[in-house]
């Protein structure tokens, strides 16, 4: 399976649970599955995005 594929599968799963994704974690998904960001990164920034300080 493609990434592209994998994470819009993903996001199907999420929209039918009633949320919604932004393009911004979108491409932060898609560059933690090309290895462009490590899994630490991804997080941070996740974290960040929803006003985590902690």
């Known amino acids: 399976m493609s990434i592209d594929k994998a994470i819009n599968n993903a996001i199907a799963s999420v929209e039918m649970e009633g949320f919604s994704v932004d393009e911004q974690s979108k491409e932060w998904c898609r560059k933690l599955l090309n290895n462009e960001i490590s899994m ?3 997080i941070s920034l996740v974290k960040q995005s929803a006003g985590v300080t902690v």
Request: proline letters at 0%; aromatic letters at 34%.
């Open 40 to 42: 630490e990164q991804y």
